[in-house]
């Protein structure tokens, strides 16, 4: 008895440390979810950090109107020249037609602001899927991007020429798996911006196309449009 009794009393024992411990390893955890939470609450950079990423989470869930008419994915691409003209939020997307081709066909405008000025291909820029026959406008900075939407207006001229198919440097005409880069103003989720809450995604300041050629493979700059 007293054998059995001092046996119980071991396994008392065991249980007892075992609960010390389990005990202790709950408080370090506290300690440490606690310390973690107040170095965040105290860094303002951390907080910043957490509210960029919120805002670039709704940007992603929420492409602006001009984008809608195509299957769209995030695109993460390494490339440094797609990373936008500097700092604000930037996403890029890229575009598929509704039918699933990823192989498009870009029409816009050839023009020169001065005879001695670098071409450009200029807006309205309308998709074109050989694939169904559809043809869809992408992108017309009257109507789309920060400028239209505050009611600024545009100047200059653009679409003057007749639409053209966008040349590859390389390979000319041909068909283009597209992407579209947008960038948006640090302080457009802040409180100045009340009037668009829920719009936000159609207020970008820069605009940018480019692609894969598919016969070049090379990633090329389409057109890159200020649109604040
Ligand atoms: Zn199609
Ligand atoms: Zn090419």
Redesign the pocket.
């Known amino acids: 008895m007293e054998a059995r009794s001092i046996r119980c009393g071991g396994h008392g024992g065991l249980v007892d440390m075992l609960k010390k411990v389990v005990t202790l390893l709950a408080l370090a955890v506290l300690l440490i979810v606690g310390l973690v939470l107040v170095a965040k609450l105290r860094d303002p950079r951390g907080r910043e950090m957490d509210r960029t990423s919120e805002y670039l989470d709704y940007l992603w869930k929420h492409p602006p109107r001009c984008i809608c008419g195509f299957n769209l994915e995030p695109a993460h691409l390494e490339d440094e020249r797609f990373n936008g003209h500097g700092d604000g939020l930037y996403t890029a997307f890229a575009l598929r037609?509704?039918?699933?081709?990823t192989q498009l066909h870009v029409l816009g405008h050839y023009w020169r602001d001065a005879p001695s000025d670098p071409l450009i291909f200029g807006e309205p820029i309308v998709v074109q899927?050989k694939?169904?026959g559809?043809t869809v406008t992408l992108f017309d900075r009257s109507k789309d991007g920060y400028d239209a939407e505050i009611g600024y207006g545009l100047s200059g001229a653009n679409g003057e020429n007749p639409a053209e198919e966008f040349k590859c440097d390389t390979c000319g005409p041909c068909a283009i798996e597209l992407f579209v880069g947008l960038e948006y103003h640090d302080d457009l989720f802040g409180g100045e911006f009340g009037d668009f809450r829920g719009r936000e995604q159609d207020l970008f300041s820069w605009f940018t196309l480019f692609g894969r050629c598919s016969k070049c493979l090379r990633f090329i700059i389409i057109g890159e449009f200020e649109c604040a």
């Open positions: 037609c509704l039918c699933g081709n899927c694939s169904c559809k």
